[in-house]
Each structure stands twice: as C-alpha cells, then as structure tokens.
C-alpha cells in the first residue's frame, strides 16, 4: 500500500487501498479463537488483539499463523537467587516494573580447597579494569625470589632454592674472634633471656656488672 496521511475531504480512496487501510487498523476480539474467525483473509503483519488474555497477536504468513506480537513470551516472574558455594550473595524478586538486582562477590559463600599450581585465581586486569581468570603459577612465578643465602661469617646457617626454608643461629659460622681485644664498653652480645626466650643486644660491661656470665641462658659474642 502506497501510505498517504494527507487526506482531504472529498479526496476518493479506491477499494484496494481502502481494504488495506482495514486490514492495518489494530481489532480486539473476545478471544483468539474469535479473532481467527472473523479475520478470514489477513495480510502479513496484521494486528489483532485477545481480550481475555490481554495480548496482541501478530499474523505470519510464513506459518499462516496468528502468533504472540511479543513471540509468545510466557515470564510472569523474575527471581535471581544466589546458590550455595556461588561465591555470590544478594538477588531479588519481581513480577512487575522494572527489575533491579544487587550481587555480591562473598567469599564465605564458597567451598575450601587446597590451592595447587594449576587453579585459577580472578583478578581484575587494571590496564583496562576488566575481570580476568590467572594460573596460581603464573601468579607465584612473578615473585624474584630466587635463594634465601647465609653468608660467610653470618653466625646463620640453613636458606635453599626451593621449598620451606629455615634458618638458624651457628656460632660455628663466624669469624675467629680469639685474638680480638674485648671492648667492654661497646662490645655486644646477644643473649637470651632464660627466664622468657626473649633475645637481647647486651654490652660486655654490663654482663661483667651482673656478676660475669652466670644465669645466662646463651650469648654470642656480636664483635
């Protein structure tokens, strides 16, 4: 149909264009079935409305069909729950206007496991703020950790390469002090505490003051 919203009184409209002018207009009916029947000869994209479901049906002439004009959408309901170990918390429910929903990452809403090197992590990405899945062992390569060393002389022993590491106190690790002159005043020691472990920076005068090295649980000489 040619379309024209112009018309004048005593403007003429011929049969076929009239026919289509009907055949555009939007009828309500009483039901579907009603509608079918009384639109014997629809056209393509004809509207037609069923009032006792309050819906609007649209005529395919690829299936010879009235269907739903909204593609026979049935949600009468909207519910977003958050499911055990989701990671998630929050939802709402709705059934009419317009639907909000807040959710949130909860990290107690989540099973335990033993991480290993082939999980995943998320991680939001900062050069362009978008949330992205890494490899624990990605993660863990960035570290330049590489050794944990005592040195010569330290008074430490132990460090590696790999795995747990520890490190403990070697007097054997240390430079020969038996020729150095003692310095009473500000010579150190390090002494533990035998009554609480505590570990102290002590002076030689002060240990020659208590009365010499009676009571004390260990001292390393510092130098």
Same mark, same amino acid.
């Given at each position: ?117 082939? $999980?995943?992590? *998320?991680? %939001? &990405?900062? @050069? =362009? /703020? !978008?949330?992205? +899945?890494?490899?624990?062992?990605? #993660? ?46 500000? $010579?150190?020691? *390090?002494? %533990? &505490?035998? @009554? =609480? /472990? !505590?570990?102290? +920076?002590?002076?030689?005068?002060? #240990? ?16």
């Amino acid at each position: 149909m040619a379309y024209k919203d112009n018309y004048a009184t005593g403007d003429t409209i011929d049969a076929t264009t009239f026919n289509e002018l009907i055949k555009s207009a939007v009828y309500s009916f009483a039901n579907l079935s009603t509608l079918q029947s009384s639109i014997s000869a629809p056209i393509d994209g004809q509207i037609g409305f069923a009032q006792d479901t309050e819906s609007y049906y649209r005529y395919d002439a690829d299936s010879t069909s009235w269907v739903g004009l909204l593609g026979g959408a049935d949600i009468t309901a909207v519910t977003i729950t958050t499911g055990a170990n989701s990671g998630l918390s929050g939802g709402a429910t709705a059934t009419s206007g317009a639907f909000t929903s807040t959710l949130l990452i909860d990290a107690n809403n989540l099973a335990t496991a033993t991480a290993g090197a082939t $999980d995943y992590l *998320i991680i %939001e &990405d900062v @050069t =362009d /703020g !978008t949330t992205k +899945k890494a490899l624990i062992s990605d #993660i863990v390569s960035l570290g330049d950790i590489t050794a944990v060393n005592t040195a010569s002389n330290s008074g430490l022993a132990g460090g590696g390469t790999g795995g747990d590491l520890s490190i403990t106190i070697d007097p054997s690790n240390l430079a020969d002090g038996s020729g150095v002159t003692l310095d009473s005043s500000n $010579d150190l020691f *390090i002494m %533990e &505490d035998a @009554t =609480d /472990g !505590t570990v102290y +920076k002590v002076s030689a005068q002060k #240990i020659l003051d208590a009365g010499g090295f009676a009571d004390i649980g260990l001292i390393i000489a510092l130098g």
